[in-house]
């Protein structure tokens, strides 16, 4: 298999190495109205986007839907975002209807950058010596020349997880930790994310959710004081009120006859109570899945879709307090 072709993840999951993320564009926003313009549109405060944290980010329609999850990252007074590349046109069509009222600054894809996803402390180390001390917590970043580092959220597991943004040519020694670290494909990334209960929008999946039931707010990806911006009123509503009725869940699903796509629903009996998120089949034939589920379902009797696998529930590496006690 080739890293261009994420279809089956390994199990278990590397300790140790890296997978470049050819599915991800990096975006760079620049300009003198760059903070204000990031401000409105995205579920994050940009004071707390700084040389030393780099945290998730919603932006959402007027009615609370998220079209984009992203990171934000710094770069001097310039952010850096990641976005899916399927989708990534259409984020930027739809924040380029937003940005025309900021003379002076643009939103273009970031040449010759590129996202590696590193797993386990060792590569990490090798990059940056600070990876120990400084890099403890999700969003943690330092600077290694122009490039970032930054800590990304454990899997449920315990493995540690890291990013490595690239902007632009290694060092000597930067190509010479990559390139003796063992290379993996993308698909572990990608079983790594759901194993850390981070989920990814798709075409499937864009602008249908509210970002808390992407439980997005566990992951430091909403700032409920920051003020307003487009859908603040949705997803403040949301959380003040208590109204989250469904969230993100991870399962496992037995042996598939075909990979699970996001949209297929989630069934208790022969009522739908949520749909597929993300989805990733291991070398054993097991899938794994996060899925937008009721809370009011009975999560031991799901299966997915009509005449599919049971699914087991999994565990997460956080708490979703939304849930109630006995889900």
Request: proline share 6%; charged share 20%; net charge negative.
């Amino acid at each position: 298999m080739t890293e261009a072709t994420p279809s089956v993840a390994d199990t278990p999951l590397p300790a140790s190495g890296y997978a470049a993320l050819e599915d991800e564009r990096l975006v760079r926003v620049t300009g003198p109205g760059t903070r204000d313009f990031l401000h409105g549109q995205f579920s994050q405060s940009l004071d707390e986007v700084t040389d030393s944290h780099s945290p998730r980010a919603a932006a959402c329609t007027p009615k609370g839907r998220a079209y984009c999850l992203t990171r934000l990252v710094r770069d001097g007074e310039d952010v850096l975002l990641s976005l899916p590349t399927e989708i990534a046109d259409d984020i930027q069509q739809q924040l380029g209807k937003y940005l025309m009222l900021f003379r002076g600054t643009s939103m273009s894809a970031e040449p010759d950058a590129r996202m590696i996803g590193l797993f386990g402390l060792e590569l990490a180390r090798q990059l940056s010596p600070e990876a120990d001390t400084a890099l403890t917590s999700p969003g943690a970043t330092v600077a290694v020349g122009r490039h970032r580092l930054i800590r990304s959220e454990d899997t449920a597991e315990g493995l540690a997880r890291f990013e490595w943004w690239q902007l632009g040519p290694l060092s000597d020694q930067q190509s010479a930790a990559l390139t003796g670290a063992v290379a993996t494909t993308p698909a572990n990334w990608r079983a790594s994310e759901i194993a850390a209960g981070v989920a990814r929008l798709s075409a499937t999946s864009q602008a249908a959710y509210v970002p808390q039931m992407l439980n997005w707010q566990h992951l430091g990806g909403i700032h409920f004081k920051k003020g307003c911006y487009t859908g603040q009123e949705v997803v403040a509503r949301m959380h003040y009120l208590g109204q989250l009725k469904k969230s993100l869940f991870r399962l496992r699903a037995g042996h598939c006859p075909e990979p699970a796509q996001p949209g297929t629903a989630i069934l208790a009996g022969d009522r739908s109570v949520g749909e597929v998120v993300n989805a990733i089949t291991n070398t054993e034939a097991v899938t794994e899945v996060l899925a937008v589920i009721r809370h009011d379902a009975d999560t031991e009797a799901l299966t997915l879709g009509e005449g599919g696998p049971a699914l087991t529930p999994l565990p997460l590496p956080y708490t979703v307090t939304e849930r109630s006690p006995d889900t």
